[in-house]
């Protein structure tokens, strides 16, 4: 995962499937306003359990836009990054098993399909419950991400994880004390906020009764 | 707040100086990989609890990128949004008091000013305390968020609050039991993910002392 070479950055083109950007107008008590924003994909998320272990079920990746917002402005105008001054680790993370809903499945499914790719547990769908819904993000995109809770025995186990196609993630377990030390350090922490939340909500919910 | 007329979508113009988009092209483990991102300021949000009535201090706002997830697809075609079909209250939000980092001056020090501006509570500098800094986003865009708590009183509050220029934000109080109801239902909340941490960093660290 830590072998990063030849990092540039290009304009956008204008047909990217990813970042649709755009600027909306719109008139708010009497005043003209606007706001510049994006389409995004939907998503789910997935604190997975594992009971067998008393494991907390995590994804480690690369993510280009941390590792690129860890690079000075200065250095952001070289033709490339250098990335023995900036190393890969610096856009690694540690998040929920997660993906965005592409395809014209049910949330469940897709949570379900998530689990399994990136971190090798076929779970039954009926083990899936869905906690709570809320928006990725609030200025530029305004998504709706759904929350699923999961517990998982080694038995489910029955693939590696670790993503499809290109994708390069890495599944990590931590224990609840593991956890409970890494929430209550300042960071700063490679994470999204859902994950913190994740952690906290299981901390607050369930945590409990797996403590021993 | 709710008076929403005349919202449009056009092309990003190139000069936006809020969503800056590219493409970043990286090799990873050998393997060619481009990945397509924004530019976006690093923020700072705040916790504000206010002991003298014992409530947990939100923001509401009309957000432009929520409301327009909202309208389906067939009437994004529309030259115009219907907004008596789609009204402002689908774009409301419900967050913690924040703000971008886009001034020379230190992270406290901007949270100060958007407790000031936001809500109206003039806090001295030393109460207010770092707790956790996390990545906002870890897709498109993966700038830091450092989150703040501090403790405010009635006579702290100097001014109305509502933002600056042509900023349309309500402050909202909402008590303990209030807040634990909250976030103990399944949503759609109209919140991001760092609003949902904070209010369970706030039960988990600091309700206790404060239930009646």
Chains 1, 2 share one sequence.
Request: charged share 25%; hydrophobic share 35%.
């Amino acid at each position: 995962m830590e072998d990063l070479t030849r990092l540039y950055c290009r304009p956008l083109p204008s047909d990217s499937p990813y970042v649709k950007p755009f600027r909306c107008h719109y008139t708010q008590g009497g005043k003209q306003k606007d706001w510049d924003m994006l389409e995004v994909h939907d998503s789910v998320a997935i604190i997975i359990f594992n009971v067998t272990r008393n494991v907390l079920i995590f994804v480690k990746q690369f993510r280009p836009a941390i590792y690129y917002s860890c690079v000075l402005p200065v250095d952001r105008e070289e033709d490339e990054v250098d990335t023995s001054k900036y190393p890969a680790s610096l856009g690694i993370t540690l998040e929920m098993c997660a993906g965005i809903v592409d395809k014209n499945k049910s949330l469940h499914e897709i949570a379900r399909e998530e689990v399994l790719e990136e971190c090798g547990y076929d779970v039954p769908i009926t083990e899936l419950h869905k906690i709570i819904s809320y928006r990725a993000g609030v200025g530029v995109q305004g998504s709706l991400q759904t929350m699923f809770y999961c517990e998982v025995t080694d038995e489910m186990k029955t693939a590696k994880g670790g993503g499809v196609d290109d994708e390069i993630i890495e599944v990590v377990e931590q224990s609840i004390p593991e956890v409970e030390k890494w929430i209550s350090t300042p960071g700063p922490h490679n994470s999204p906020p859902s994950c913190l939340f994740a952690v906290m909500w299981f901390l607050l919910n369930k945590a409990e009764k797996y403590r021993k």
